[in-house]
């Protein structure tokens, strides 16, 4: 295989290692912009990948497999919006609770299906396109999933920059209170927020399980909601930076694969270290500039909103 080669190898990788990511931290893009900080990524994700892959591999196909991840993310999602914005618990224990749940309860529904193996995700084949050297592979080659990520990303930045609706949600996030005041519907728009957040992680937990690696496995999200909730901050609630830290954690992690396999004298323990070192090294240089984190955090995260005040 020819350094070009490699290369195109590593970079198409590197899309499909961070399209998990892209979709459970624009989710979370979208629920901390209205304000609600949901640190239960991780169970949801686990959640998600379970619940699809049992639904794959029981006969009804891939894509139902995938709407009952999505379903899977929605309900524990609405759990922890019931407790947070109706009840009004904490919002940090209560998502820590709800990962603690989640990686729970997907270990005991995957127990009888470790095992299992299913065909997974058929990557497309563009005629023409896929064929053309370097960008076809590179472009064109890909599974469905991938590309929506892409369109994903183009729908949050036009919701979020372009739409009455998104203004409206980055209204909510910035101050619950005024919002109230004009006549908005705080905690409504806080619950779609929530919902949206939570069908995405789902979503990011069937890749893994039913496309990335076709199977099931405990915790087989390897802490990949905290790097999601990691990138949010990283990107300072901004889709393209989103785009980017998911596709570097990608990267990095393609690349600790590679050196394994070419048999670098190095700990296979301290690679497979190196995308969360990664994450960590850019998330202090970042947070060193703590001034414009808080310029651009939306006002009321994590705020309890009291409509009786």
Known sequence: MTEIDTMLVILAATLRAGTPLVFA?????????SGVLNLGLEGMML????????VAVSGAGVVLGFVAAMAAGVVLSLIFGYLTL?????????????????IGLSAFLGLSYRDKVIDGVTPINIPGLSDIPIVGRLLFAHDPLVYLSIVLFIGVSWFLYRSHAGLVLRGVGESHDIAHAIGYRVIRIRYLSVAFGGAMSGLAGGYLSLAYTPMWADNMTAGRGWIALALVVFATWRPARVMLGAYLFGGVTILQLHLQGAGFSISPQLLSTLPYLATIVVLVIISRDATKIRRNAPGALGKAFYPGR
């Open 86 to 102: 109706t009840l009004r618990a904490s919002q940090v224990p209560t998502g820590l609770a709800l990962t603690i749940f989640g």
């Open 25 to 33: 931290a624009l989710g979370e893009l979208v629920t901390e912009r």
């Open 47 to 54: 959640t998600g990948a379970v619940v699809g892959f049992i």
